[in-house]
């Protein structure tokens, strides 16, 4: 059996074998919390003890949610603070925070708070003003499951991951971001265990912002990276 050095290396240059990556899939539950809201103020309000898997759900839930036309704004707090309040200005700045900026929830809960609460001081009219049509807040579940499919080797990843359904993007590149340690995307984290054979392929992948888009063409732009990267590598090699 060949040597191996301090580095887990085998001294021949080849490295242990990397288990396939899983591909699995999920489905995000959406579950009343029974608080509804119909203004500036009880909105910012509601905030400050709503589950912080509220924030979850409503930032990233219309990603997964079934619709047939695209919502105006990616997050239900600026969809519904532009077409219920009609308050185009405020919609726009809550449309722009970007959660992956923030480290936990309880940062991007109080960012949130604090918009509000500056547009509530500068349009006094508004605190009191009132929508027909109430936001109620939900918080989400996410169930996983497996696919019963396995990606062998990081030069299949062109031809498996065209065909992966979206809710398998979410998991892989979205959730992920917030289950890992390392805050990036499971293919990245897999390709970690090529040693530094993969390493500008991943700075490719940390480079795709996932927030402001959708997940069809999430899944358009990875592949993308993909194809180029193994196109100019020429890597058809066999792990």
Known sequence: MPARGKSGKRRNGRRPAVKGFQVRDCALIAISTGRKIRNLRELRDRLFDVDASSLDYHFWGS???????????????????????????LAERVAMID???????????QELIEIIEEYLDGNEGLFWSKSDKQFEFMRSQIVVFSSNK???RPE???????HLPVSSIFYHFIDARRRLAEGGDDFSSWL????????????????????????????????????????????????
């Not at 997964?64 to 185009?88: C, M, Q, S």
């Open 192 to 239: 970690s265990g090529w040693g530094d054979r993969y390493d500008d392929l991943r700075v490719k992948l940390a480079a795709i912002d996932p927030y402001f888009t959708t997940l069809v063409d999430l899944r358009r732009r990875l592949v993308g990276v993909l194809e180029d990267y193994f196109r100019r590598s020429g890597d058809d090699r066999a792990a």
């Open 63 to 89: 990603l997964l949610r079934p619709g047939f036309e695209e919502p105006d704004y990616v997050n239900d707090f600026a969809e519904w603070i532009y077409h219920e309040l009609r308050e185009k200005a």
């Open 150 to 152: 396995t990606i062998e």
């Open 156 to 162: 299949l990843l062109p031809e498996v991951v065209p």
């Open 99 to 109: 959660p992956f900026e923030f480290p936990d929830n309880e940062i991007l809960r």
